[in-house]
């Protein structure tokens, strides 16, 4: 079982930043593709950006140059930086590891921008 804590969520203006935490529990960290996701109210979950153990990413389109996927191994934490907010990334944001038989899901954090 992995525990995954997302953290950094908040309310921020249009065009500000947040840099939002997602921390595994266990040992496999390293082994396990991690992605952030993101559901808006009576949208449908959608991926954000995924980071594989071997570095490679890959971000929706609507935040390519805006939103950046990072981990660090060593801290079992992966990251995403997100710039130049807009109105519609508001959403819970969840961060997710997938292992070979499983993934396992954060519980989200609330990022809301408005002004």
């Known amino acids: 079982q992995v525990q995954l804590v997302e953290s950094g969520g908040g309310l921020v203006q249009p065009g500000g930043s947040l840099t939002l935490s997602c921390a595994a529990s266990?040992?496999?960290?390293?082994?396990?593709?991690m992605g952030w996701y993101r559901q808006a109210p009576g949208k449908q979950r959608e991926l954000v950006a995924r980071?594989?153990?071997?570095?490679?990413?890959n971000y929706a389109d609507s935040v390519k140059g805006r939103f950046t996927i990072s981990r660090d191994n060593p801290k079992n934490t992966v990251y995403l930086q997100m710039n130049g907010l807009k109105p519609e990334d508001t959403a819970v944001y969840c961060c997710?590891?997938?292992?070979?038989?499983?993934?396992?899901w954060g519980q989200g954090t609330q990022v809301t921008v408005s002004s």
């Open positions: 980071i594989t153990r071997g570095g490679t990413t």
């Open positions: 997710n590891a997938e292992a070979i038989l499983y993934t396992y």
């Open positions: 266990g040992s496999l960290f390293s082994t396990y593709t």
